[in-house]
């Protein structure tokens, strides 16, 4: 049988197919590949019950998450808030560098601004964004008129622990009751409410709550490949005198020349600059190799 996990627990798989969900263990030869199986995977699996069956085989991914571990993603939600925590845009653009490194399609849901005593920031923040491609959406109903962005998708909330994932997704389907900061806080449990990631089925697709996390690898990322993933700066690029232009001190640079007209947003531009250097100063992992050989 054929299906895809929507939750990894304790060591079960649990996998849905055709509407119905059966609870595996993993037996197959994906152990010696060193794959994890995630949520997100599509899986060859048997099963004779609903609770003992074998999750056999991975089929290829289009992509996988680290953090959160999700693979085959095609939609990412980023839920930032625009007060406690203060919104940032050095964060929102880190979790979208994140997303167009993987060829996932962003969203940008900005939660909690019934907070704010002004919303014309918040508006020019949401102008900026949507200027570059981006839709960005301010409350629910405007995440109501994205519907049909979820459709046959998988789709992944992502964002800083406390921004209102799991609100939003309780929103979005009354039945599902996930927990959300108060409660956990009521339970006394630690400052993460979300545990786990699960798919659930929203919107004719599957939509994954998942736990959020404050700091952001982007080990993956070389400095060559950043100024790609903000697009708008890779769209000026091309128009950079030299084509390798880091769009740092190079003459001639059209990505300088448009955030001085005011067409780059300077806040998005000194975010690149910050993750540029991030990147450049980190050491390379193959130093560490060979220096354990000598
Ligand atoms: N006023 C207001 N509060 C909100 C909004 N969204 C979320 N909250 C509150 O923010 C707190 C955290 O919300 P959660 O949904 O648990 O946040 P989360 O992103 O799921 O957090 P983790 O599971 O820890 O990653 C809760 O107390 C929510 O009630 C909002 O739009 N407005
Ligand atoms: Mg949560
Ligand atoms: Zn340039």
Request: glycine fraction near 6%; proline fraction near 3%.
């Given at each position: ?93 880190r979790f979208?560098?994140i ?114 996390f404050?700091s952001i690898d982007l ?76």
């Amino acid at each position: 049988m054929q299906g895809i996990i929507i939750k990894s627990l304790s060591g079960f798989y649990y996998i849905e197919c055709q509407g119905e969900v059966y609870q595996t263990r993993a037996r197959g030869n994906f152990r010696q590949k060193k794959l994890t199986p995630l949520v997100g995977d599509t899986v060859i699996f048997e099963s004779t019950n609903m609770t003992d069956g074998y999750l056999l085989q991975l089929l290829p991914r289009k992509n996988a998450l680290i953090r959160p571990p999700v693979a085959n993603v095609d939609l990412g939600i980023v839920v930032v808030s625009a007060v406690e925590p203060d919104f940032s845009s050095n964060l929102l653009d880190r979790f979208l560098v994140i997303l167009e490194a993987k060829n996932i399609q962003p969203l940008i849901y900005i939660s909690k601004i019934d907070l704010l005593k002004s919303r014309e920031e918040i508006k020019a923040i949401q102008r900026v964004y949507q200027q570059i491609g981006y839709p960005v959406c301010l409350n629910l109903e405007e995440l109501a008129e994205q519907k049909g962005y979820f459709k046959n998708k998988i789709s992944v909330f992502i964002g800083q622990t406390g921004a209102g994932k799991s609100t939003v997704i309780n929103a979005l389907d009354s039945t599902l009751k996930l927990a959300t900061g108060e409660i956990s806080k009521h339970l006394g449990r630690g400052r993460h409410t979300t545990r786990h990631v699960e798919l659930h089925k929203i919107y004719d697709g599957l939509i994954a709550d998942t736990p959020g996390f404050s700091s952001i690898d982007l080990r993956e990322i070389s400095a060559a490949e950043l100024s790609n993933l903000f697009i708008e700066l890779a769209e000026a690029g091309r128009y950079c005198k030299f084509r390798a232009c880091m769009h740092t001190h190079e003459p001639e640079c059209a990505v300088k020349k448009a955030v001085a007209k005011g067409e780059i947003a300077q806040f998005r531009y000194d975010n690149y600059l910050q993750l540029l250097g991030e990147i450049e100063q980190r050491k390379p992992i193959y130093n560490k190799r060979t220096e354990r050989k000598k």
